[in-house]
C-alpha cells in the first residue's frame, strides 16, 4: 500500500456529490496554503484552508447554496488562482444554468489573513458582460507565467459550445477569448447521420513551454455515453489558432472557424461508437511535454437492443481501463486494456472514471475509486508504459464515484498526490477529506 495520509476537512457533508472528474481544480495551493470548496450537509457553499505547515483547517460558510436541483451530480465547485493579484477564484452550482462565480480581494493568496472570512469575497458576479450562459463543467486552468484561464460549456450535452476565457490580474477584469472553441455541425454517419454534438474534454492543460494541449470525445446526444466516439487531440500557442496532431492549422477562433467534427488530423485514436466510451476522464503531461489520457472503455462494441444511458450489470465485465499516450515524434500508443486485478471488485455503477499523473521518476500513475479504496496502476517510461503494476493508493474505508483530481502544483513542487476523498467516519453520513499520497516514496 502507498505511504498515505488523510485530513478530514467534514465528517459530515452534502450525500449526493462532491467531487467530480469534471473538478479542474478541486484544490489549489500557494505558498503556506491549499483551498477548496465543497457542500456542507444542508447544501451551503463552504470555502475551506488548510495550512500546509501544520494541518490546521479552517472553514467559513459562503452565502451560497444548491439551487434548482441539489441532487444533480453536474453541480460541481472548481476553485483557480491568480498569483499576480493574489486572489482566488470561485465557481460553483451549474447543469445548463447561469454563471456563479466570484474572486477574492486582492492580495488575499499572497498576504494570507490570519482567518478567512466570507468578506474576504467580493459578491457572485457575471464573469464578463456579455458572455454566454446557461453554464456546465466549469474549469479554471494556468499557464506556465501564472496566467489564469476557464472554460466552460454553454448548451447542453450533444449540442453545447466550450467558452474560453483568460484573466488579466492587472486590470482584475475578464475578456472572452471565444465563445465557440468546437462547432456543433456536421454529419456523423455512424450515429445515424446525427449533425448535432458536443466535445466532452478531459483536462485542459498548459504545457511548460506555453503550449496548450486539449483531449475530448465527441457525444452526438444526451440521451447515452454510447454516442462518445473516438480520441481527439489538437494544440494551441495563444489559444486562438488551433493545429491538429501534426502541426497544422485547423481552427482560427478569432474568425470565428471553430475545431470540427471533419478537421483533419485531429482523431488520434478509433474508438467506435457503442464502445460506452466514457467522457470526462483524466489527462496529463509527462516530464517530455507529452499528453497522456486516462479512460474506459469496452474492447468491443456492444449495442443494446433499445438505447439505454447506462448498460446493464450484465456487460460490466467488458469494460477495462485504458491509457493514450504520445511519442515525442507525434505518434499515439495505447496502453490497454489494462490488467486490473480489481475487477471483481464491485464498483459504483458500471465503471469510475480515472485520473491520471506523471510522478517524480516520469513515471505514469492511474488511479481510481472502488468499493474498498482507492487502486492504482503505474508504469514506467522505460518500459514504454507497458510494464502495469497494480497497488493500494489507500485503505477501505474509501469510497467514491470517481478519482478526484489532485493539486497540480503540489504534486509537481513536493511529490504528493493530493486530492479529495470520502472516507467512512461517521456511520450513516458522507465526509468530505483530502488525501495525500507521497509518490516518491
Not at 82 to 98: Q, T
Not at 214 to 236: K, Q
Not at 333 to 344: E, K, L, M, N, Y
Amino acid at each position: 500500500m502507498a505511504d498515505y495520509k488523510t485530513l478530514v476537512i467534514d465528517d459530515g457533508v452534502w450525500p449526493h456529490f462532491n467531487r467530480a472528474s469534471f473538478d479542474q481544480d478541486k484544490l489549489v495551493s500557494l505558498g503556506d496554503f491549499q483551498y477548496g470548496l465543497y457542500w456542507s450537509a444542508d447544501a451551503a457553499l463552504v470555502l475551506f484552508r488548510r495550512d500546509l505547515r501544520d494541518d490546521s483547517i479552517q472553514k467559513v460558510s459562503l452565502p451560497y447554496g444548491l439551487t434548482i436541483n441539489p441532487r444533480d451530480g453536474h453541480r460541481n465547485t472548481v476553485v483557480g488562482l491568480s498569483p499576480e493579484d493574489g486572489r482566488l477564484h470561485l465557481s460553483w452550482d451549474h447543469h445548463n444554468n447561469d454563471l456563479r462565480y466570484t474572486k477574492s480581494r486582492a492580495g488575499f493568496l499572497t498576504s494570507p489573513p490570519g482567518e478567512i472570512n466570507p468578506d474576504d469575497f467580493e459578491p457572485a458576479q457575471p464573469l464578463t458582460q456579455g458572455a454566454p450562459q446557461k453554464v456546465t463543467y466549469p474549469r479554471f486552468f494556468n499557464d506556465q507565467n501564472e496566467n489564469l484561464y476557464f472554460i466552460y460549456r454553454t448548451g447542453m450535452s450533444g449540442s453545447g459550445d466550450s467558452v474560453l476565457s483568460r484573466y488579466d490580474a492587472e486590470k482584475g477584469i475578464w475578456s472572452v477569448i471565444a465563445t465557440c472553441l468546437f462547432s456543433k455541425e456536421g454529419t456523423y454517419g455512424p450515429w445515424d447521420a446525427s449533425d448535432s454534438r458536443n466535445a466532452y474534454l478531459h483536462d485542459v492543460l498548459f504545457d511548460n513551454s506555453g503550449r496548450l494541449h486539449i483531449t475530448w470525445v465527441f457525444r452526438e446526444t444526451w440521451e447515452s455515453p454510447a454516442s462518445n466516439h473516438d480520441l481527439y487531440y489538437a494544440w494551441s500557442d495563444d489559444g486562438v489558432v488551433w493545429n491538429n496532431n501534426e502541426g497544422i492549422p485547423i481552427a482560427d477562433l478569432s474568425a470565428g472557424d471553430a475545431i470540427a467534427l471533419d478537421s483533419p488530423g485531429v482523431v488520434v485514436r478509433d474508438i467506435p461508437v457503442y464502445a460506452w466510451l466514457m467522457n470526462q476522464c483524466g489527462m496529463t503531461l509527462d516530464h517530455g511535454n507529452q499528453p497522456h489520457v486516462a479512460t474506459y472503455h469496452m474492447e468491443d462494441a456492444w449495442k443494446p437492443e433499445k438505447l439505454v444511458h447506462n448498460p446493464p450489470e450484465s456487460v460490466f465485465d467488458r469494460f477495462f481501463p485504458y491509457h493514450y499516450w504520445r511519442d515525442k515524434s507525434g505518434v499515439w500508443h495505447t496502453s490497454g486494456p489494462i490488467a486490473d486485478p480489481d475487477r471483481d471488485v464491485k464498483r459504483w455503477g458500471y465503471q469510475t472514471r480515472p485520473n491520471i499523473v506523471v510522478d517524480g521518476g516520469g513515471n505514469v500513475v492511474l488511479y481510481y475509486a472502488t468499493n474498498i479504496g482507492y487502486r492504482a496502476h503505474r508504469a514506467s517510461s522505460d518500459g514504454e508504459y507497458a510494464d502495469w503494476s497494480h497497488f493500494a493508493l489507500t485503505g477501505e474505508e474509501f469510497g467514491s464515484t470517481d478519482a478526484g483530481k489532485h493539486d497540480r502544483r503540489l504534486l509537481k513542487e513536493r511529490g504528493i498526490l493530493s486530492f479529495t476523498g470520502a472516507p467512512l467516519v461517521v456511520e450513516g453520513q458522507t465526509a468530505f477529506a483530502i488525501v495525500d499520497v507521497d509518490l516518491d516514496v
